[in-house]
């Protein structure tokens, strides 16, 4: 997932064209970890559970195949300098295949709860000095490792109520032996909006079994999202993140402000990986917990690298195989 991150990050550097619907999507996916610390590979974002230790409540000891499937309808100066239109949809899905059942004890680490208001930080340095968050069981590490990512049919169909959506489409990637499955949209949708209520989508089944017509979550545009106390362009521990609240509050989605951001200890000779996940109340402000502010005073971290998100999600298990739907509004600083 850090890798997804440093994907994200160095989109915002590119012109339009160049940018892959699946790299802008990584934002999302990466703004959706709370508690995976930065380790895991590809694999399925969080989801919100009625479990008090585990925010997606997928059956233990009985799946062994997750796929998951995000839209994020993307906003804010990040993207608009781009040149993309407010509320352009993009999307990615990906199936993984664990080869193994998987037990609660992995469940709860893969997918664990955040308290509201509260921070995850993970830090990743070159030379170890300064990791933070990194903690974590090697058997799931192992476990992570050993998956591999498998096809789900040739494309994923989209059903809306009005307008007529593209496919997502099955691509390959080859990393040394290791191949790479994964679908994004190869047609252009920035002329169609954000995706309409009642829409779902259709997974046709290889590796993956068929799941059909799976429901696509609607979920309220972040609105009116700005910064305050911003300092040379730099979140201070004093920043305020302030939005548009819900006009109906959904307690079935997820608000996260999150950013990733790759700073150099010149003094250590260290390369450091930032990782910060916050899961927010959706009142329409935020300000920043201890661990946070600490951070942010120790650490250079541009405002433009923050992303503020409201997720919804869906999710059904068949047999060994889960499949999650996420659809979500980020808003990029």
């Not at 895991?40 to 989801?47: F, I, K, N, V």
Request: proline residues 5%; contains cysteine.
């Amino acid at each position: 997932m850090i890798k997804l991150c440093q994907i994200a990050n160095k989109a915002k550097g590119l012109p339009a064209p160049n940018v892959r619907a699946n790299s802008l999507t990584a934002a999302v996916v990466c703004s959706l970890l709370s508690a995976c610390g930065g380790s895991s590979s590809e694999g399925p974002p969080q989801a919100l559970a009625a479990s008090s230790n585990q925010i997606i409540d997928l059956p233990a000891d009985t799946i062994s195949r997750i796929g998951t499937v995000t839209f994020a309808a993307i906003d804010g100066k990040g993207y608009t300098e781009l040149g993309f239109p407010s509320g352009y949809v993009v999307a990615d899905a990906v199936f993984t295949d664990y080869h193994e059942v998987l037990n609660n004890a992995f469940l709860s680490n893969r997918f664990p709860a955040a308290d509201t208001d509260t921070c995850l930080i993970t830090i990743d340095s070159t030379d170890d000095s300064q990791n933070t968050g990194l903690e974590n069981n090697s058997e799931f590490l192992q476990l992570i490792a050993d998956s591999s990512t498998i096809a789900a049919g040739e494309a994923l169909s989209i059903s809306t109520p009005s307008t007529s959506w593209p496919d997502l489409i099955l691509s390959e990637e080859t990393f040394g032996e290791v191949q790479s499955f994964y679908y994004e949209f190869q047609t252009d949708t920035s002329s169609l909006g954000t995706l309409p209520a009642g829409s779902s989508i259709s997974i046709p089944g290889d590796e993956f079994p068929a799941f059909l017509s799976l429901s696509i979550p609607t979920v309220a545009q972040v609105k009116e999202a700005s910064l305050s106390n911003i300092v040379g362009g730099l979140i201070s521990p004093e920043t305020t993140v302030t939005w548009a609240k819900p006009q109906t509050p959904n307690s079935n989605e997820i608000t996260t402000i999150s950013s990733y951001v790759e700073v150099t200890d010149n003094a250590k000779n260290a390369e450091l990986s930032i990782t910060m996940i916050c899961t927010v109340d959706d009142d329409g402000e935020f300000n920043f917990p201890n661990n946070a502010k600490q951070v942010l005073s120790e650490y250079n971290i541009p405002a433009e690298q923050l992303s503020l998100g409201r997720f919804g999600v869906t999710s059904e298990v068949q047999g060994d195989a889960a499949a999650i739907v996420i659809n979500a509004s980020v808003y990029s600083f």
